[in-house]
């Protein structure tokens, strides 16, 4: 060994072991320099307004946001990466909308930018809707369908929410606040306090570092070689082309029969609608995704369906539905529009084995 290498080694040791507080990790990584912490930008501007970095309360708050979200490489290359598909759809509506184009970011914030995302508190989709809030707003959710799953009409939806909240309270900051833990949390908190002015409000803990979240999540994604990511073109992910047509039919159809008729799989149908829940389109009359191209198959292949349903004496006229080889409970229920319950309570069922020729009641 070269007195150098000594030299450094030894100091190395010093370092570590007479300063408790200094962890391996925060010396060498892999033959690298000492890693260097990130300085917060002079200036910082969220929604048009500007986050008072002169207090100290929020100068340490965003700088604890911003040195979470840099140094989280694996997150952050993956927000980089689906911001390729999501932020253009993103950006058109809230351009269309006359809203702050960094609303953007509190959605990454929210689900990280995954349709199928969903809280421990039962917030759904790139969004996070809440139940409660969703059916206010317009979306439907129920055993077959969830729409805040989906990203039309989740972002419609979020859009009126968020512009409502800042019409109630006047700032966007507030207005994302009250997304977080509700209008009704904000408007005590200010009347309490009698401040109404988010940086000066005391609020939920997790409410306070969501906003400095959105804003380092838009700090790093607006300039990230700056933060040591260099991320090729070719990683980023591109928006999925897709047509959307109008579904109204009176009988569920299985998701793969739909498919085949216009050319695309299962797989495909379900992952261009994450607010589908199961293997069928419901019946009823709702918007959905199709490969890009398909939207005349598409047509052709619902009116068929409907047709075909019409015309099938899946319901005799006499109430009743002889069992099909393959038919299962929920199937049939699919198929004649009877609920599942009333299906079994009517025929007095105790499990849901079924025969072959069996005659089952529908009134």
Aim: hydrophobic residues 40%; contains cysteine.
């Amino acid at each position: 060994m070269s007195l150098k290498s000594f030299i450094a080694l030894t100091a190395l040791f010093m370092t570590v072991f007479l300063n408790p507080c200094i962890s391996l990790s925060q010396t060498k990584r892999s033959g690298s320099d000492v890693d260097t912490d990130f300085a917060l930008p002079d200036k910082v501007v969220l929604c048009g307004e500007p986050v008072p970095l002169n207090d100290r309360w929020t100068w340490e708050m965003l700088d604890r946001e911003l040195t979470i979200t840099a140094w989280n490489k694996e997150q952050t290359f993956m927000y980089l990466k689906r911001a390729g598909r999501y932020f253009p759809y993103l950006e058109k509506k809230l351009a269309q909308n006359n809203m702050p184009d960094d609303l953007k970011y509190l959605v990454v914030a929210e689900s990280a930018l995954l349709p199928h995302a969903k809280s421990t508190q039962g917030a759904v989709g790139l969004w996070q809707f809440m139940a409660e809030t969703a059916k206010k707003f317009g979306l439907k959710s129920d055993k077959y369908i969830d729409e805040r799953r989906g990203i039309e009409e989740s972002t419609d939806a979020a859009l009126a929410y968020l512009k409502k909240l800042k019409e109630m309270f006047g700032t966007w900051s507030l207005a994302m606040a009250a997304y977080n833990c509700g209008e009704n949390r904000v408007k005590r908190e200010i009347k309490d306090q009698q401040e109404n002015d988010f940086y000066s409000l005391k609020l939920p803990a997790e409410t306070e570092r969501y906003i400095f979240r959105v804003a380092a999540i838009k700090i790093v994604m607006e300039n990230p070689q700056s933060y040591g990511y260099q991320l090729p073109e070719t990683k980023i992910y591109s928006p999925v082309k897709c047509d959307t047509v109008k579904v109204d039919i009176k009988k569920s159809m299985h998701i793969t029969e739909f498919a085949k008729a216009i050319g695309t799989t299962f797989k495909a149908m379900r992952n261009l609608n994450p607010q589908l829940i199961d293997d069928y389109l419901p019946a009823g009359a709702y918007s959905l995704n199709v490969p890009g191209g398909t939207a005349a198959k598409a047509q052709e292949a619902l009116k068929a369906y409907s047709s075909k349903s019409s015309s099938k004496s899946d319901k005799a006229s006499s109430g009743y539905y002889i069992v099909q080889e393959g038919d299962t409970l929920t199937a049939i229920s699919r198929k004649t529009g009877v609920p599942l319950d009333q299906l079994i309570e009517i025929n007095g069922l105790k499990g849901s084995i079924i025969k072959v020729g069996d005659k089952l009641d529908l009134e």
